[in-house]
Structures are given as C-alpha cells and as structure tokens.
C-alpha cells in the first residue's frame, strides 16, 4: 500500500487524492469485520466503497495541560471498484452520494486496527437520519475497514486553532435494508406498498405473504423466485418501507 504522509497544515492536493482514490479502488478488497463491530441486528450489504481523504485536526487545549491535537472531521470521497466517485464524506459524521441520498451517523463501537501500527482505528456507525431514495436512503450501518494512515500529526502543534490534515485510506462497508416494490409483482396494478426486511430470507418471507394474502398469488418455488429477482438495495422512491404483517 502507499505510504501516506502527514502534513500538519496544508491541504491535500486533489491529483494526490485522485491518484490515492484509483490507487485503493484497484487495490481493496471487501474485508470482514471484527465481531465487535458487527450490527447487533442482520443487514443486507449495500455497497463496499473506497475512501481515500483526510482526517482533520485542530490544535486546542486542554485546561493546564499543553497544547494538543483534536479530531475535528473527516472529508473524503469514497469511490467503487471502477474508480467512480460515489460519495462524499464530511463532518457530522455525514455521507453523501452522488444520486442525491444522504445519511447521518453516530460511532457505535471502534477497535484498533492490528494490521498496522499508526492507522486511524476501525469502526462501526449507524445512521442517526437518512433521506433521499438511492444507495444511501435504506443504509443503517457503515463500517471503517483496512484504515491507513489518519491519525494526528507528529509534528506538535504551537497554535490555538492551528488547523492538521492527515492522509488516509480506508474501506466503507454500507449496510442495510432490502426491498421489494410491489408495483413489480407478477401482474400488478394500482400498488404502492413497498416491503421491506433486513435480511433476504426475512424479505422473501414477507413479499410472499403479501403476494398470497392480498394479491392472491399461488405459494410455489416459481413464485418465490421470481420475487428474488425483484430484491432492490436502498430506499424505494414510490413510498417509505415498511414490513408486511399481513
């Protein structure tokens, strides 16, 4: 992997970001998680991207204490296996996509990152608020993976306010909810419930009920594949999800 410098006041040149982004998008590969930082409840996962920006400092004080660096926010861009930009990323904890859905986020749990020394450490989000329809609308959890680089300057800061930037790399797992919109069932009309779950099996459990109870379709292997191949990732636009119980 490259080696990431750390500049304490500067900003990172766009080519540098751009040549580190194609870098890591050709180069990760999905990574599993650490036990803790799995979601408590099963989630469908709905896109494995690459991060490639800074973690932001500022230099502050601490009551009699000397002058230190502090986490202020993150700015990067998070790019598919093709090297497309997909999201931006920025203070909130808050991610953006280029189809216009955009979520919030708290840290539930993070964990060191043993593979190597130095890197900013690994961690579990969950969205605190999402909107729009597209990748982000359905996603629940996001996942900081295989970091490089991130953490504070070494060079101590002399200034209050005095601003850092650190390089890093890092793999964003974006985890949530599936869906089906029922407009797309076997020979529906006029229908606009969406059913949603948070895993497959539960999904395809749901959408059948649905179909048998209200639409009056047949129970069958035929029906049940079908179904499948309707199964969409994110938030439907035609209204929000909700799970069928009935």
Request: charged share 15%.
């Amino acid at each position: 992997m490259p080696t990431l410098p750390r500049t304490p006041r500067c900003a990172v040149s766009s080519a540098l970001l751009l040549a580190l982004a194609m870098t890591v998008a050709q180069t990760v590969t999905a990574q599993t998680a650490p036990a803790a930082l799995q979601p408590a409840e099963s989630h469908h996962t709905v896109a494995t991207l690459s991060a490639t920006g800074v973690q932001i400092y500022v230099c502050k004080r601490d009551g009699d204490k000397p002058l230190a660096w502090v986490f202020k926010a993150p700015l990067a861009e998070l790019y598919d296996a093709s090297g497309k930009l997909i999201v931006k990323h920025g203070t909130g904890p808050s991610w953006e996509a280029s189809d216009g859905s955009k979520i919030t986020g708290k840290v539930l749990q993070q964990a060191p990152n043993t593979a190597e020394a130095g890197a900013i450490p690994l961690l579990l989000l969950q969205a605190t608020h999402a909107g729009g329809a597209g990748v982000l609308g359905g996603v629940r959890y996001v996942q900081r993976l295989q970091t490089h680089g991130g953490i504070a300057p070494a060079q101590p800061c002399t200034e209050e306010g005095q601003e850092g930037r650190s390089p890093y790399l890092a793999q964003r797992t974006a985890m949530g909810r599936r869906y089906i919109d029922c407009r797309a069932f076997p020979s529906e009309t006029n229908c606009s419930v969406a059913i949603s779950a948070d895993s497959d099996a539960e999904l395809l459990e749901a959408a059948v009920q649905h179909a048998v109870s209200v639409h009056k379709h047949t129970d069958s292997p035929e029906l049940r594949a079908q179904l499948q191949t309707l199964f969409q990732d994110g938030t439907p636009a035609v209204a929000p999800p909700k799970t069928a119980t009935a």
